[in-house]
């Protein structure tokens, strides 16, 4: 279990919803985790394709997060099987493939939604909301906080020991991104990945800039939350390690 020191608010809703992702790649894996455990959902994580379909008819699951390229069994054959099986518990493909006869077939293979690599962590947390509402499965609150900071998605509001911080969309997105990855460092390239996504192709150094205006606007006398690991990234956390 992924632990970074964010904390969902409790939900009004006592249903929790069961989220498997199946994907291969360690990285990829644990940063979904992570935002989906802080959206208040229930996840197990697995790598392999025979252990994902196996898992699947063990347990109930309300949303698989599947990706197409696996070992054991690719994320195609493993929702056809699924639904062979009469397993109708959505699935959310993710893929480095956008080839539109590839997302036919993960139509066609019985998928609900089809997420391409790269993607934004905000973009998949919508999209796996969005899915679980369709199933009529009750999404619980999505309210960040982190110490003394709190960031609401629904109404964009910040705030920090109560006071409301007035941020730009950019500025945004990018502490939503550091709040979803609270205590573990994160590189600029992931953060021109997930904020930026494919509308800057520029240097890394706007990420440094941003930074500055967030630390300005959050930290802003208090003790910091925002740290630089020299060569690394940046990382959220209480103090310095």
Avoid at 17 to 29: A, F, H, Q, T, Y
Avoid at 172 to 182: E, G, I, K, R, Y
Avoid at 200 to 223: A, F, H, M, T, W
Wanted: glycine share 8%.
């Amino acid at each position: 279990m992924v632990d970074t020191g964010v904390v969902p608010s409790p939900s009004s809703d006592p249903a929790l919803s069961r989220i498997l992702v199946v994907e291969d790649e360690s990285s990829i894996n644990d940063v979904i985790a992570t935002a989906l455990r802080y959206q208040g959902h229930s996840v197990v994580q697995l790598a392999d394709g025979r252990d994902g379909l196996a898992e699947t008819a063990r347990a109930h699951f309300d949303l698989v997060v599947l990706d197409v390229m696996l070992p054991g069994l690719d994320g195609f054959e493993i929702c056809r099987r699924m639904r062979e099986a009469g397993t109708l518990t959505p699935v959310l493909f993710l893929t480095a493939r956008s080839d539109t006869e590839d997302r036919i077939r993960g139509f066609v293979t019985g998928g609900d939604d089809y997420l391409t690599k790269p993607f934004s962590v905000n973009e998949l947390v919508l999209r796996v909301g969005a899915i679980l509402r369709r199933a009529g499965t009750a999404a619980p609150s999505n309210l960040l906080v982190f110490d003394d900071l709190t960031l609401d998605p629904a109404t964009r509001e910040v705030r920090r020991s109560g006071r409301l911080v007035e941020l730009s969309p950019t500025e945004f997105s990018l502490l939503h991104f550091l709040l979803v990855n609270a205590n573990h460092v994160v590189s600029k390239a992931q953060i021109l990945v997930d904020v930026w996504a494919d509308d800057y192709d520029g240097s890394e150094n706007i990420v440094e800039l941003y930074i500055g205006y967030l630390r300005r606007k959050i930290d802003d006398g208090r003790p910091p939350l925002i740290h630089t690991k020299r060569g690394v990234g940046y990382v959220l956390r209480t103090a310095e390690r």
